[in-house]
């Protein structure tokens, strides 16, 4: 449904352990473009890793609701956990996922299911990594809205924006349903087709019955 990174530089849909010089480029892109702010990175679409780029991270943040400032996330019903996850990256800066259970003052388990979680509400993202002398290196967690505060100080309305992430995924795809938009930006499938439908008013989309379901296409 959405580009993928490792798609582009090898032409294959699926990863190949085989190609190594391509999985190591693949892996250190994905660390390397957050940390210089290239990119936003982090479990934000349907919990899978994804790479969103300047340019639409302020529409796709429009969907929280929130201001886009460093501590809008106060305004959100979170759970204990996740809520002093987000105050202690707020307070420290950015922070490895082998030092925030300590500053969260939380089980490891527990801090690495909110840190998901808050990622996908997009209050958290990755700054990057931490090298350790032995193991894997870490994932370096920062606050989204602080990150990018300069992308987000303009954010557009939520029907514009889910108007416009729906006509990013239908030219990435092709042809899509509510549900395949509602699976990526989340919402309910009633909004996604009413934002395709937008679309197809403005004659950049066009509707075909699929039976069972609606489609939208090109």
Known sequence: MLPSLWEAVTG????????????????????ELPSRKLVCAGKHLGGRA?????EVLPVLYALTGRSGQPADFRDEELSPVERDVAEALLE???VSSAELPSLAGHERKRVSAAAARLQRRLVLTSAG????????PSVVFDILSRRYAERLEALPDADAARSILAGTILRSAGEVSAADV???IGGTRKQAAAALDRLAAEG????RDAGEYLLWAL
């Open 204 to 207: 950049r989309a066009r509707q």
């Open 50 to 54: 994804s790479l969103v780029s300047l």
């Open 129 to 136: 990594r931490q090298e350790h002398d032995q193991g894997w």
């Open 92 to 94: 420290s800066g950015p």
């Open 12 to 31: 294959k849909p699926v990863v190949d352990r085989d190609f190594a010089p391509d999985v190591a480029l693949v892996w250190g892109w994905k660390d």
């Open 182 to 184: 509602a699976a990526v």
